[in-house]
């Protein structure tokens, strides 16, 4: 039998037990970072356990969606569960993305447990410079 120490993980179990797993109609977060790294916006979900074919990502207007179901793992019929804290059920994050951002550019890729999205912002977006244009020459009014 395993032991904890930890009296707060306890707490967090006792509570997704009571809540119960995420379902489509009701899911449950997901951990993620968001960065700037050059031209681009870098935003990484924390997905362990989950495969590739079980995320959905969806991009409408400027609502980015990422949905992923972590699925129980088959038993054989002599295996007896003695803890179970990993999460199973649906994980969903909306996030709003800025105007500024090429939305039919982005990439993902999924290695790890991670999740990594690249959205590159748009060119009308990135500083630029504007020239100065100089006359042709002067011009006199006489009279």
């Given amino acids: 039998m395993l032991m904890r120490t930890d009296p707060f993980r306890e707490l967090d179990r006792l509570t997704q037990q009571l809540m119960g797993p995420g379902t489509w109609s009701r899911p449950s977060a997901m951990p993620m970072d968001a960065y700037?790294?050059?031209d681009e916006y870098v935003v990484a979900f924390d997905l362990p356990g989950v495969s590739a074919d079980a995320i959905d990502?969806?991009?409408e207007r400027n609502m980015l969606t990422v949905k992923a179901e972590r699925r129980p793992v088959t038993k054989a019929d002599d295996v007896?569960?003695?803890?179970?804290?990993?999460?199973?059920?649906v994980f969903s994050r909306q996030i709003v993305?800025?105007?500024?951002?090429?939305?039919?550019h982005i990439k993902a890729d999924y290695?790890?447990?991670?999740?990594?999205?690249?959205?590159?912002?748009?060119?009308?977006?990135?500083?630029?410079?504007i020239s100065i244009g100089v006359g042709s020459?002067?011009?006199?009014?006489?009279?």
């Fill in 137 to 143: 020459g002067r011009k006199e009014i006489s009279g």
């Fill in 111 to 129: 290695d790890a447990g991670v999740l990594i999205l690249r959205i590159p912002i748009a060119e009308r977006a990135k500083p630029r410079k």
């Fill in 97 to 104: 993305l800025a105007d500024t951002l090429d939305t039919e």
């Fill in 36 to 38: 700037r790294e050059g």
């Fill in 80 to 89: 007896q569960m003695e803890l179970s804290e990993r999460p199973l059920g």
């Fill in 57 to 59: 990502i969806d991009v």
